[in-house]
Every structure is written in C-alpha cells, then in structure tokens.
C-alpha cells in the first residue's frame, strides 16, 4: 500500500486493514530486523519502532511491500504487537493531510477508562455525539452545518470518523499513571503513526523563513527580526503551523473538565501544551481554520515543551533549529541586499 492511497473505510475497519507488511513501521522493522539478535521479540521491535520515529525521511523502500512478510514473521514479530483494528486506523493516520482531518482540526486520545458508563456519557457530551445518536447521515450531516454557522458553540467532529480520529480503546490506549506526566507518550509504541504521520519529518527552513514577521513582509528584508521572532517561527514550523493539536483525555481531564491539549513536532515532541477548559474546545475547532494560527488564543498561552523551550538554557530542539534560521534569515538578508541594491 502506497502512502498515497488511501484505506477502506468501513463500519468494520478490521475488515479493511492493510496487507501485512504494507504500513512503512512494519517494512522498517522487517527490513531491519536482525533475526540473531539475543533480545526478546518486544524489546527488538519496540528499539525499532522508537528508531522509525526519529528518521527525518522514511524512504520509499519503506513505503511498498519490498520485504514480503513471511506467515513466521507475521505471527511472531507483527500480530503480538497491535491488532488489525489498530492498523487500520494507523492506515488512517498516515493519510493526516485528508480533507477529514484538516476538517476536524485536532485528534482525541483518552487514557484514562476508569470512570465506567458516566465518562463514557461525559466523552459522547464533550464531543456533541450525544445529540446526534438516532439521526440519519442526511440529518447528522445537517446538525453539524448548523453547529458550524452557530460560530463555535458545539463540537462539528462526524460520528463517521470516530473509529480512527478519537482513540478510545481501553486494551490499546491505557496508559494513565498518576506518576508519570508523559505517560501518553507510550501510545507511540503501539501507534507511532500517531506520532510521525508523515515520510517526511524534517524541520522546514523556507516555511521558518516565511514566518518571519516583520512590517508585514514575509522575508527578512533591510533589518535583522528579532530574537522572538526567530522562536516564534521556529516554534510554529516546528508544530507544523500550529495544525492538529492533539487533545488528551487523562483522569484529570474527566474529573475536572480541564482538557490536555499538545502541539507536536513532526516526530512527536512537545512544541506546546496547555491544560484548559473543555468548553473551549469548539471555538479551537472553529477558529483554527478562520484565525491566524499564531493568533490562537491557547498556542499563545500555551508552555513550552521541554525541547523547545525558549527561557534560561534553551531546550535541546530550539538550541538545534534557531542557529539554521537565523543563518538562512542572514544569507536571504545578503541576497536581498545585493538584488535590490541596500
């Protein structure tokens, strides 16, 4: 399966799973795998799921079933790790730039499944799926154009979308522990798709370039920008422009109302984070796609991830990725200066 095509829906997903071998994580671990290696089957595939993240470009052996699994490699390497359930909707995470996506704005994990029936409500209420049981797609179809024109009262995420879009399954995504506050981070190693999504993980010096601020022109032009200004581009290219936070529904999330939402990187590190009040979340999915990005109200409030942050010793990715721009800002400055006769 190419990343190009795009997978089956289904009311049954698992039906419509993906060959096996044909998800780039697997051809990554399969062409990698050292068959002699003396560390138990988990411990290997969870070093290489980890390695599969942090590549900056997955290459395109890893985007076509070019290693044919084998019946052993399946049933020892790939089926103990995550159910055709699973891979489907990793199947679905890879296609992040889908029209259903940008549409829905941000993604749901819950990690915490101890609040029996009365979460349960509480998440179908959250997300307006309460109001919408019993209706027909015409209808439902209908109810959220009507949310959409209300400006960001109601949540707008279609019910069709929810098996992939809200991961919300007790056996895959129970990771809550009261003292770990990263204790999410463990959905990378049964989803790193969820992760790293795209082939293509690099940071972007031209879009950093482009966010540079300055006069209203997009490029540095006579004047170097400002130490900030160099942070903030670097921390909104970093987050992929501030698209697709993740929303995370913890036990402090149920308890209290006050939702976990994360900007990541393109790898999955923490650019932002905030924790804030559920009622804001409709007017986040109505504004992230009609207010600048960099003007949305939580970004702006947001902490800084630990690698990105700008106080005292700068975190290890700012440190990283500040020094490329302002040389690439001081190189563009140097071009214009000689074109344009400054």
């Not at 698992?14 to 988990?42: H, K, R, T």
């Not at 699973?86 to 749901?108: M, Q, T, Y």
């Not at 920008?225 to 909104?236: F, R």
Request: hydrophobic share 35%.
């Amino acid at each position: 399966m190419s990343l190009d095509s795009p997978p089956t829906s289904s009311d049954n997903p698992e039906e419509n799973a993906p060959a096996w071998g044909s998800l780039p994580v697997e051809q990554y671990i399969l062409q990698n795998w050292n068959a002699d290696s003396p560390q138990p089957v988990a411990e290997q595939r969870d070093a290489l799921v980890k390695a599969f993240i942090n590549e900056d470009v997955i290459g395109p052996e890893y985007q076509s079933i070019t290693h044919v699994p084998t019946q052993q490699e399946i049933n020892t390497i790939l089926k103990p790790w995550r159910p055709q359930k699973i891979r489907a909707i990793a199947a679905k995470h890879l296609s992040i730039s889908w029209p259903d996506f940008k549409n829905e704005g941000f993604c749901v994990l819950r990690t915490w499944y101890q609040g029996g029936e009365e979460a349960d409500a509480k998440l179908d209420e959250w997300f307006g799926y309460d109001e919408l049981k019993g209706l027909s797609e015409v209808e439902i179809e209908e109810t959220l154009l009507d949310r959409d024109r209300e400006g960001g009262n109601k949540m707008k995420m279609k019910p069709k979308n929810r098996w992939w879009m809200v991961l919300d399954d007790k056996d895959m995504f129970d990771v809550e522990d009261e003292n770990n506050d990263d204790d999410w981070l463990d959905v990378y190693k049964i989803l790193p798709e969820l992760a790293a999504p795209s082939v293509h993980r690099g940071f972007n010096v031209i879009d950093a370039l482009d966010n540079l601020r300055l006069d209203g022109t997009p490029y540095p032009r006579k004047s170097e920008p400002s130490e900030e200004a160099y942070e903030d581009a670097v921390l909104e290219v970093a987050s992929g422009g501030l698209r697709y936070p993740l929303v995370i529904l913890d036990q402090e999330a149920f308890e209290t109302g006050q939702i976990y939402l994360v900007w990541r990187d393109a790898k999955g590190k923490v650019v932002k984070d905030i924790r804030d009040d559920i009622a804001g979340l409709p007017y986040l999915q109505h504004d992230i796609h009609r207010v600048c990005a960099y003007e949305i109200e939580w970004w702006t409030e947001a902490c800084f991830g630990k690698q990105y942050d700008i106080h005292g010793k700068k975190g290890k990715m700012m440190r990283k990725l500040l020094p490329l721009v302002k040389e690439a800002a001081k190189q563009t400055m140097a071009h214009n200066a000689a074109m344009y006769g400054w």
